[in-house]
């Protein structure tokens, strides 16, 4: 988000509203791989820990913290498959297509 903000071709405020928990925790930490050459922000983010996406029976979309809390909390219940969290990086504008493509999956 702080690189696109930098990259812009016109200067604009950013706001964002984040507490400290997710500033160090290591599920939000990225690698240097990860911010370097040709990557780019990706406004949704598809559960990667689903290994059969026929099993899934509910989706769940949630952003930052609120994924950090619940999946969380389905590690503790021990629920695999059965509910896919996908996060929304941003909200406004909304990625439509991003969102139709996870579904389809």
């Known amino acids: ?3 696109r903000q930098q990259l812009r071709s016109f200067r604009k405020p950013l706001i964002h ?3 400290k928990k997710l500033l160090r925790h290591p599920l939000c930490v990225s690698t240097h791989e990860e911010i ?3 990557t780019k922000f ?3 983010l598809d559960d990667k820990s689903i290994s059969q996406p026929a099993k899934v029976k509910k989706v769940v979309f949630c952003t930052g913290q609120v994924w950090l809390d619940v999946n969380e909390r389905r590690e503790k219940l ?3 498959d ?3 969290i996908i996060r929304v990086e941003q909200l406004a504008p909304l990625d ?3 969102i139709i493509k996870v579904l389809k999956k």
């Open 1 to 3: 988000m702080m690189r």
């Open 17 to 19: 509203f984040y507490s």
């Open 36 to 38: 370097t050459g040709e």
């Open 42 to 44: 990706q406004p949704i």
């Open 78 to 80: 021990g629920i695999k």
């Open 82 to 84: 059965e509910i896919a």
């Open 96 to 98: 439509y297509n991003s």
